[in-house]
């Protein structure tokens, strides 16, 4: 006789009963051994994490001009971070429009789709250190686009270097300061 047959004969359990306890136990183990993780990933937040707002005055756009206005917001997922941009940029004279650019990416380098953007199609992003992030865009599956991340000591300032190669060669040093500090 099996410890399964024992256990229904002594308990009167049957075999269903057995299985949901034993799934329910499983779950209880896996929720409990869980907790240490969740409680050291939110005891440091990324230092990346917040919402940014660009110091057009400290940033430089080749070719311009630069946007009127643009907000960067970054939060955490699972390994990875939801990054989207918000600008306000001019188009002929003193006409200007919503720009709004996003994706979710994990810091394995896999690709990710972006929504929003005019030339890329994809991105991948990298944890370099606690205060570099490498992000490569892609459009067709070639890599048209790259950009460090890197924060200031103190976390209060973001900056993104780009140069790309679109229908148009790029770059810019775009700088951004600390609008909300993650909690």
């Not at 799934?23 to 919402?51: E, N």
């Not at 400290?58 to 643009?70: A, T």
């Not at 997922?77 to 001019?90: E, K, L």
């Not at 004279?93 to 994809?122: H, I, Q, R, W």
Request: net charge positive.
């Amino acid at each position: 006789m099996g410890a399964d047959a024992v256990l229904a004969e002594v308990s009167g359990a049957t075999p269903t009963f057995r299985r949901i306890t034993r799934a329910v136990a499983v779950s209880a183990l896996a929720g409990v051994l869980s907790i240490p993780v969740l409680v050291h990933a939110q005891g440091k937040p990324d230092a990346f994490v917040g919402t940014w707002k660009l110091d057009v005055d400290n940033s430089v756009f080749d070719p311009g001009p630069p946007p009127i206005s643009r907000t960067m917001t970054i939060v955490p997922v699972d390994n990875g971070i939801i990054h989207r941009i918000d600008s306000m940029v001019p188009l002929s004279g003193m006409t200007k429009t919503a720009v709004n650019f996003s994706y979710t990416a994990k810091f394995d380098g896999t690709d990710a789709p972006v929504m929003g953007s005019s030339n890329l199609e994809t991105v991948s992003i990298k944890r370099i250190d606690a205060r570099t992030i490498e992000r490569t865009g892609k459009t067709r599956g070639m890599v048209i686009e790259t950009c460090t991340m890197k924060l200031s000591p103190d976390g209060k300032r973001l900056t993104m270097a780009i140069k790309g190669s679109g229908d148009v060669a790029y770059s810019s040093t775009q700088v951004f300061d600390r609008q909300a500090v993650p909690k």
